[in-house]
């Protein structure tokens, strides 16, 4: 199956406000300037406020950037009074690896941390703000991923970069099963939508500063230069959400062979990213965790 889907299918986005988390490289670069094109005003919200800054005015258009470091909780506590009134879309698109196993300040395993802790607060703080969609930026590393309830900050487990990275991405999807389903029973006119890029040559391979992992890295940005999306593909998944009449709840991926690249198209998850009942426990935690809870 092939998709003729372009950037143009998103028509003219003015007057519309959305945030783009991790909006300065990869991915969320090439959501941000897609959705500028087409006239909406994007929040960049970002780590670096300099660069953010610098990416604002490469891409022109209409932007503001607000500082975020989905990695510290005071941070995510205090975007919400920077941000100017409401907004019709969050994309929870940042994401991280880390080559070595750490805590972010808060005491989070640093990978589950910033791809699931950080941007579940937000969105649980911000959700009154939000007039339209929430898409998450899953991944369909989460196919691989095993999942320990009761060790979900990999304190006891053996800990390596991608089985963390599959953990927490797993982790997005089933909260955002979860939180498709709170929404549909509280009858919200706000919907939710779970996106996987494809395998994207970006920033996020950047594990590393040492010899061995810079050259890994060199590595896989050569031979994704030529079998993997660029940025403006990678992002299509989520720019097809916000053009596309698809279901409340749905998993947009590509449609190319292992989900490498390919256009945007509708796909399937793993049986244990269908679980209910592991999602509404992926959510409990989350709660504790953050001490935040989505208001419906």
Known sequence: ?????????????????????????????????????????????????????????????????????????????????????????????????????????????MTIGTNLLGPFALTNLLFGRVRSKIVNVGSDAHRSAKLDLDDLHLRNAKWNVMGAYARSKLAVMLWGLELDRRLRVAGSPVVTQLTHPGWVASNLSNVSDNRVMSLVHRGVQAVGSVLANDIEEGAAPTLYCLSEPIPPGSYVGVDGRFGLRGGPVLIGRSAVACDYEIAARIVDFAERETGTAIPV
């Open 1 to 109: 199956m092939t998709t003729n889907w372009t950037p143009d299918r998103l028509g003219d986005l003015s007057g519309q406000r959305i945030i783009v988390t991790g909006a300065t490289n990869g991915v969320g670069l090439g959501t941000a300037r897609a959705l500028t094109r087409a006239g909406a005003h994007v929040i960049l919200a970002v780590r670096n406020t300099t660069l953010g800054e610098q990416r604002a005015a490469e891409i022109g258009g209409s932007t503001s950037v607000v500082e975020l470091d989905l990695a510290d909780m005071s941070s995510v506590r205090a975007f919400p009074a920077k941000l100017e009134g409401d907004v019709d879309v969050l994309i929870n698109n940042a994401g991280a690896l880390s080559q070595h196993r750490r805590d972010t300040v808060d005491g989070f395993e």
